[in-house]
């Protein structure tokens, strides 16, 4: 009878507490759900590295070539457009010196007629003094002369 009523209280347990049942079936629920998620995981990591590796042997060097070529072809190219600059750079200086020159020749030719202009009002009017002072002198000498005349009669 004992062992009656350890069976009934055994099978009434198992009918009310649920426990571990439970806990073994959420024991393999997780050991599933880790072993699963471990080989998706090894999956997705050996895919990554595959592709990485591929990229590596592969893309990388390609992509290497193709912008050294690209960066020689750049640098080519902006050497051009640097050489441009600096001619067009040297003919602007060179224009603007002409125009500079061009600017001081045209002064230097207005200072010279200036020049020319003052100095015949000079002359004109030192001709003009001349005229002047030789009208000045003959008048003494023909004093002179008649005042020498006048005492060459004595």
């Known amino acids: ?19 571990p049942v439970l806990q073994g079936e959420i024991r393999y629920f997780i050991r599933e759900f880790e072993e699963k998620r471990a080989f998706r995981e090894c999956r997705l990591l050996e895919n990554l590295n595959k592709m990485t590796s591929d990229t590596n042997e592969h893309d990388l060097p390609r992509c290497t070539e193709s912008m050294h070529e690209k960066l020689c072809d750049a640098l080519t190219r902006l050497e051009a457009a640097n050489h441009m600059a600096q001619r067009i750079q040297q003919r602007e200086l060179e224009a603007e010196q002409n125009t500079h020159l061009q600017v001081c020749a045209e002064r230097r030719k207005q200072d010279w007629e200036e020049f020319l202009k003052e100095q015949s009002r000079l002359k004109e009017e030192v001709d003009e003094e001349h005229v002047k002072a030789v009208g000045r002198l003959s008048a003494q000498y023909n004093d002179m002369k008649k005042d020498l005349a006048k005492y060459s009669s004595f």
């Open 1 to 19: 009878m004992e062992k009656i009523i350890k069976d009934v209280g055994d099978i009434q347990s198992r009918l009310t507490d649920h426990r």
